[in-house]
């Protein structure tokens, strides 16, 4: 089956460091990816979509200088917390799509951030 | 736009009995509905999907149903085990194949 493989699952750094997470698509080719946001306790949101090639389109409130989205290929999407702070402390996962539209969904293992 | 609702927050139920948790939509216009276990600290485990076209499906001791012209999706879980005890989350996809998740059910099954 479709697998999505996320990395790193755990990442602790200082604040104003930049952060990257990697979404990869290992055995599929991923023309749109999605990134997800979760608080404790809370649901999960979306941040933005990610379509291979073209720009990311973010959801509203969310700092698109801050969360840098790159989706250059069709297997690989990264995104990149920048000038981190405690508050970007979340649990980040990413989502792939098939294109099929109906069980074309697979979901990253996800990423615990913690800026200290 | 798409809001996705879910009751009861928590439950805690022994083990044994059967249980439901509730998911509501406002946008009756979904594509396809999903549900999700979520372990703490974890991804997401997909657990059942639901076709618009769709009623219901089931997967072992679990059974969902869909009712969208009312909005509505329930999970039904057979028999409950302390295994069971996660975070359900319901989730609608909409025809631009968007994401819309509830805020969840944490849920604890007592041996």
């Known amino acids: 089956g479709a697998v999505v493989s996320q990395h790193p699952s755990r990442v602790i750094c200082k604040s104003g460091t930049s952060v990257k997470i990697e979404c990869r698509s290992l055995d599929f080719q991923a023309t749109t990816m999605f990134w997800y946001r979760q608080f404790p306790k809370q649901s999960l949101m979306l941040m933005a979509t990610?379509?291979?090639?073209?720009?990311?389109?973010?959801e509203q409130g969310v700092e698109k200088d801050k969360f840098l989205i790159n989706h250059a290929s069709l297997t690989l999407s990264t995104l990149t917390v920048t000038s981190a702070h405690p508050e970007d402390s979340s649990f980040y996962i990413c989502?792939?799509?098939?294109?099929?539209?109906?069980?074309?969904?697979?979901f990253g293992s996800g990423t615990r951030l913690t800026v200290v | 736009k798409q809001e996705v609702t879910q009751i009861p927050a928590a439950l805690s139920v022994p083990e044994g009995e059967n249980l439901v948790l509730n998911c509501s939509f406002t946008d009756s216009a979904i594509y396809n509905l999903q549900w999700f276990r979520q372990d703490p600290g974890k991804g997401l485990t997909s657990l059942l999907l639901i076709q618009s076209s769709q009623r219901e499906q089931t997967s072992g001791r679990l059974n969902a149903s869909l009712d969208k012209s009312s909005g509505r999706s329930t999970l039904y879980i057979a028999a409950s085990q302390p295994g069971d005890s996660a975070t359900y989350l319901c989730?609608?996809?909409?025809?631009?194949?968007?994401?819309?998740f509830g805020t969840g059910t944490s849920l604890t099954v007592i041996p």
């Open positions: 989730a609608v996809v909409d025809t631009g194949n968007q994401f819309y």
């Open positions: 990610s379509n291979e090639g073209s720009k990311a389109t973010y």
């Open positions: 989502s792939a799509s098939l294109g099929t539209g109906v069980f074309g969904y697979t």
